[in-house]
């Protein structure tokens, strides 16, 4: 059977960069992705893929149902295969004949090869229903740069009438080569949560300070301060990071200001640590506006939870993706990573799911989130068969 998948996919290889192509040049942000949904419905439809109409404007949930003699146990499963749709608020420079049409937009996280994979492996799974049982949803998830996109989905009911049994999704990734895949059981993406604490004082004039309440000097200590969390009140074992990205204060070169603001992130795999980092950071920038004769508001908000793959669905997932590629393709992950994905809503409401990295690093790779990042065609290919495998492997007579 793996040579004819590598048949069916050997088909539809110019078809996947012609749609990778597009839905690049036609760059859109999260829950935006109006030119992207309508090519991807157009693109089923053609398939002759069942849609159900969703409850939010972008995003797509296809369906393909399997024709082939179920001979396991009780109803056939329902799986679900999920691609990420939208791009980025980043100027393109890559200079690509296909670049993006919208200014100030691209694909700068390789969603728009997510998204051509997902369709190619839709089209090869359509034409090859005879040869599995059960149900595939497809899921064209909107937004998730915003990390909000995969619960509103959600919460549209894609994951009821059948309800979803295993889900799985892929992320390029430039750490690992192209034509190799890599996989993590258990905890492998960070949780993400987001904090800003606003410094109050007594804003005066830069000659007097000792007339007003420095703010700004309270928001500096606190910068510091806010690190040694991490250095001293968490065991060296546990992963988690702490970063002050923004600091915002001030609009003359001459006065103190009276309010200062910082925000940033913090990432961690533990409930009980990310409890205990939101009331230290709490308790620390209260201490030092007190000290600074200020006052701080502090509002911590626990964003997405960490990516937890089922060890047992991602070992399916590593022999499916053996099947097609040969083992020494498969690649295992010495650590998890700190970067967050909100996959992780999918893999909290289903019973087992895991998402796996598509190498998509070349001789000079460049990072994602970068102007200059382009998905590489040649990895399109890899990421189709992976996922026809797996089904088939899954839900296969």
Known sequence: MQERIWEEVDEIREYVVDARHFVHRNAEVGFNEHATTAFIKSELETAGIEMVPLAIETGVLGIIRGTAEWTGAGEPPTIGLRADIDALPIEEATGAPYASQNKGVMHACGHDGHTAILLAAAKVLQKNRKEFAGTVKLFFQPAEETLYGAAKMIDCGILENPPVDAVVALHGGVEIPIGSVAVYPGPFMASGDIFKVKMIGKGTHGAYPHRGSDALAAAA?????????????????????????????????????????????????????????????????????????????????????????????????????????????????????????????????????????????????????????????????????????????????
Do not use: W
């Open 221 to 397: 200590q606190a910068v510091i301060s806010l690190q040694m969390i991490l250095a001293r009140e968490i065991e060296a074992n546990e992963r988690a990071v702490l970063s002050v990205c923004q600091i915002h204060g001030g609009n003359a070169f001459n006065v103190v200001p009276q309010e200062v603001e910082i925000a940033g992130t913090v990432r961690c795999f533990s409930p009980e640590i990310r409890s205990k980092i939101r009331d230290r950071l709490e308790s620390i920038c209260t201490h030092i506006a007190a000290s600074y004769r200020c006052d701080a508001v502090c509002d911590y908000t626990f964003g997405i939870p960490p990516v937890v793959n089922d060890l047992e669905e991602t070992e399916l997932l590593a022999e499916a993706a053996r099947d097609v590629l040969g083992p020494e393709k498969v690649i295992r992950l010495a650590n998890p990573m700190m970067g967050s994905e909100d996959f992780a809503y999918f893999l909290q409401r289903v019973p087992r799911g895991t998402i796996f990295r598509l190498g998509v690093g070349g001789d000079t790779p460049i990072s994602l989130h970068n102007p200059g990042f382009n998905f590489p065609d040649e990895a399109l290919p890899v990421g189709v068969a992976v996922f026809v495998r797996y089904v088939l492997k899954k839900l296969g007579r």
